[in-house]
C-alpha cells in the first residue's frame, strides 16, 4: 500500500528516489518547478533531456505522458519529467492531468522507484485550480496500482498544502 503524504517546501530540497518535474514539452527548462529543477540539479539533467529531443523524443514530450533523466545534483536518483496539461474554461482535460501521475508512477515502477516527489502539476502557469488539481492528484494516486511505498506530494505554500489536506482527508 502507497503511503501519501504531504509536505509545504521546495521540491528541489526533497530527498526521494525520484522527483517529478512538472516540464514543457520541450524538455530543456523554463519557470516554475521546472526552472528549479534545472537549475538547482544542475547541467546533466539538460544534456540528457537533449539526448531525448536528439532522439525519439524529437517533437518534444507529449501532454501527460512522462520520461525518466539522470537527477544531477538533486538527492534523487533520477527525475520523471511528465508535461501537464494547460487548464481549459471550455474543454476537460482533466484526464491528461491523470495521465501525468499514472505515467510518472508506471515509470517510477520500471526504475524500481520507492519513494517520489510529485509537485501540485499545473497549477502554475498553467492556471489549473488548485483544488481541483489537488483532488485529481490524491484520487489519480490512491487509484493506481503502484510499487511505489511513498508518494510526496510538494507543495510550495500554505494554501496549496491546506488544499491538498483536505483533498487527503
Known sequence: MTTITLVQGDITRESADAIVNAANSSLLGGGGVDGAIHRRGGPEILAECRKLRAGHLGKGLATGRAVATTAGALDARWVIHTVGPV???????????????????????????????????????????????????????????????EVRFVLFDTRAHAVFASRLG
Open 87 to 149: 487548464h481549459s474554461e471550455t474543454e476537460d482535460r482533466s484526464e491528461l492531468l491523470a495521465s501525468c501521475y499514472r505515467e510518472s508512477l508506471r515509470l517510477a515502477d520500471e526504475l524500481g522507484a520507492r519513494t517520489v516527489a510529485f509537485p501540485a502539476i499545473s497549477t502554475g502557469v498553467y492556471r489549473w485550480p488548485m483544488d481541483d488539481a489537488a483532488r485529481i492528484a490524491v484520487e489519480t494516486v490512491r487509484n493506481t496500482p503502484t510499487a511505489v511505498e
